[in-house]
Structures are given as C-alpha cells and as structure tokens.
C-alpha cells in the first residue's frame, strides 16, 4: 500500500529524531503543515514531501482547498501506476480556530444563527432521535455554566456571534465540497466502488477562547504576525471585528462548543463525552454489493481511533499478529455481523482520565473548579450517555475495579501525573481551564 497524507500534522520539530515528519513515518507523499492550528490563507510550517514551502500563497489560496486538491491529485497519480492499492489519509486543519473562510462562504450562513446556542442545542437533540442516532432516554445535558443564557441582556454582541458560529460553518461547508471533490476522482478513476472512506472528528467541540486579544506574551501571540499584505494580524475574540478574514485571528468559543457537543458534556480536552465522542462514517460500495446490502446501518458499540489500523490492517490482509497491536479491527461489522470490542478502552488527557468498560464508563475530571471530594465518577452509557447520573456511589466495588484497570493500563503505557511540572505558586493549571485562554 503506497500511503499518500495531505494534511494537517501537529508537532513541534521538524524532521530530528524525535519529531519524525510523514515521510520519515511510512508515508511516501506529503502535503501539508507540521504545527498545529493557523492561517488558511498563508498556513505556517507548509511543507511538501520534505521540502518546506516558503512562498507568499496566491490570490485565492484557501488551506481547506489545498488539501483536497492535493489529495484529488495523489488519487490521479496512483491511479495510473497500476492496481497497487493505496492508502490516502486526508486530516484537514478546519474547523480548528482560527475562524478563517471567504466572505462568500461566510455570507450563506448570515442569520442563521441568530436563534442563538439555546435553541441549536434543543433543536440538534431533536434532529438526532428525529434520526435515530441516539435513544430518546437520554436528556440533553444542561448549558455549561459558563455559557451564558442567550438573551440581549447576556450576550450584548449577538449579530457578532452570529457571524461567528456562521464563519465556523462556513468552515466545515468548504471541507464537505473538498471531500465531494475527492468522491468524483474516485468515481473518474475508476477507484471509487473498491476504496474503503472513513470519515470523522478527532475530538469534540472547543472551548478555547483566545482571550489575549493580542497582549505580547501570551501564547495566541504565537500565531500573531502579518498578513499576505503586510497587515498586522489581531489575535482574539474581538466584537468589533468581523471573523473570516485573514487579518483576524479568532475562536467560536465556549458556547457554540457546547452546542456542537449537544447532547454531550464538556469539550474538547476532557474525556466526558463531549470531549471524546466523534460520529463515524465509514463507506465502501464493494462490500455493500458483496454482502448485498440496501440500506446503511448505524452501530452503536464504542470503538476508539486505534481500531483502525487493526481494521486497515485486516482489509488489506497485512500479516500482523493482534498482540502487536492496541486496536481490535471492526471489519466484522462492515460485514454485517454484531460485534463489541472485547477489551476496556483507556483515556488520559492532561490529567483528565476514563475507562470504558462494556456499558459501564468511569472518569475522572481534573479542573480546579470542581471539587476534589467528586472524584471518580461512573456512568451506566446505555441509560446515560450524557453522564448527568453519576452512580458511583451505589457501585463502590464497580468504581474500584475499574480504576484498578485503569492504572495498571497507565502503568503499562507510562502515564506521568499532571501536572508534568509544578505550578507556580500564584499561577493556575490553564490547561483544564480553555475559556480563559
């Protein structure tokens, strides 16, 4: 399998030992950035294969864009150097802040929000066991309580929020069109009926706020600088400015976060629900036609990102013995068979923890707001997957068991307590607190 990667890779360094780029990972083609979050319009740390690409980006150069017509081009060029199957990872950046897309893009979703976070929230939650994506027993969990009630009285600047929660989906309409794009090379190719497409999100909505608004020091100002025309780039969540526009550097915010999560708690960071839980789409028309299936169907059984490569693995008959591997493949399910994962699923994110065992799920909050006395908390997730009754203490022996699971896996994996360093005295643990950034 030649693998091609057009994408978005987060690191640090670039190309040493520890901070090895795409093609020195197995990847024979790369186009993409090697950091984490900025411009669309002039993206930093832009690289091709190995070579970084310097250049000021044209008139009309949008990241999102770039990234599928690269991946439409790799699909082009593999297709003509045989039947050698390939493997395309395609990571798009959007819709990670900053809150980047054209006017034109931006305009089509004016107004629409103007309903506010309330009521997407209740009307999403509708949406979905409209859908059947989720059962009716669970409730939509409460606002967080520092997203504040939508009225003119608590959110003063509602048009701004408007414009933008209408830029964050004008985001995501950009990246669907690329991914249409790369549907139509497959089908002009002739690739389209045999590739396996997996599609989905790697975390849960973000709370992050950048609320520096550009005080030198701080960390957004990172991501500060000059625009394509020497412009200064203003770094933060700034209501007398309009967000989209490359001379603007801003977030959506806590409050649209909670409402991408609904029915969720928490965000991105966290490893309540709202901050692990992705939706997976997973399509490949040759299996459908081999086990003659009609319709699409929808799995419900927890499975995290590491079961891809076994299931990758497994499809493209790669001999590699399960023990070498985390993951546990799904194929199984797209042949049509019920499945679950036989092992517990592990979490840990800045000192945020969760263990996933069958239906039940406990976790651990680390965040200085909350009180320590909380603790561990567990979640019967086929009564309550929106975590709102917490049962651990009619379960005491259930807590125990899985929290043992749970430090033996961070034994095994070399997990180190957070924080990684003392926090000076005076300072807090910024980290579990992103709506002050």
């Not at 009225?151 to 990246?175: G, L």
């Amino acid at each position: 399998y030649p693998p091609d990667a057009s994408h978005d890779w987060i690191q640090d360094a670039m190309g040493d030992e520890t901070h090895p780029i795409p093609t020195q990972r197995g990847f024979d083609k790369f186009y993409g950035t090697l950091g984490g979050g900025g411009s669309y319009f002039q993206p930093p740390s832009l690289v091709r294969d190995e070579e970084v690409i310097r250049e000021v980006m044209p008139e009309g150069f949008y990241y999102t864009d770039a990234i599928n017509d690269e991946a439409c081009r790799m699909i082009e060029s593999t297709s003509k150097e045989g039947d050698d199957p390939f493997f395309l990872y395609v990571a798009h950046c959007a819709p990670h802040w900053p809150l980047h897309a054209p006017k034109d893009d931006i305009d089509q979703y004016r107004g629409k929000y103007m309903q506010g976070w309330d009521k997407l929230r209740r009307d999403r939650l509708a949406k979905l066991i409209e859908q059947r994506l989720i059962p009716s027993i669970w409730p939509c969990s409460p606002r967080d309580e520092h997203a504040p009630l939508w009225n003119k009285e608590h959110v003063p600047n509602q048009e701004w929020e408007d414009a933008r929660m209408a830029c964050y989906a004008a985001q995501i309409s950009i990246m669907d069109r690329g991914i249409g794009r790369i549907i139509d090379t497959l089908h002009r190719t002739g690739l389209y009926d045999n590739t396996a497409i997996f599609f989905l999100s790697d975390n849960g909505g973000c709370a992050e706020y950048l609320k520096e608004n550009g005080e030198e020091g701080n960390w957004p100002e990172f991501y500060g600088g000059l625009t394509r025309n020497r412009e200064k780039i203003t770094v933060g969540n700034r209501p007398e400015l309009q967000p989209g526009g490359e001379e603007t550097f801003m977030s959506y915010d806590l409050p649209w976060a909670n409402a991408s999560n609904a029915p969720f708690r928490l965000f991105k960071s966290w490893v309540h629900e709202g901050g692990i839980a992705t939706p997976f789409v997973v399509h490949w028309p040759a299996l459908d036609k081999q086990r003659n299936a009609k319709d699409s169907q929808i799995c419900h059984t927890p499975w995290v990102l590491m079961d891809l490569v076994a299931t990758c693995c497994e499809i493209g008959g790669a001999d590699v013995s399960a023990d070498k591997l985390e993951g546990e493949s799904f194929l199984s399910i797209l042949q049509g068979h019920s499945v679950e994962r036989s092992k517990p699923i592990f979490w840990e994110h800045q000192g945020n923890c969760a263990v996933r065992d069958g239906k039940y799920k406990l976790v651990y909050r680390r965040c200085e707001v909350v009180q320590p006395q909380l603790g561990w908390e567990l979640y019967d997730m086929e009564l309550d997957r929106t975590e709102l009754n917490n049962i651990a203490e009619q379960n005491h022996m259930k807590v125990e068991q899985m929290k043992q699971l749970w430090k033996h896996w961070a034994t095994c994996c070399g997990v180190k307590p957070w924080p990684l360093h003392p926090i000076p005295e005076g300072e807090r643990d910024w980290s579990n607190l992103p709506w002050h950034w």
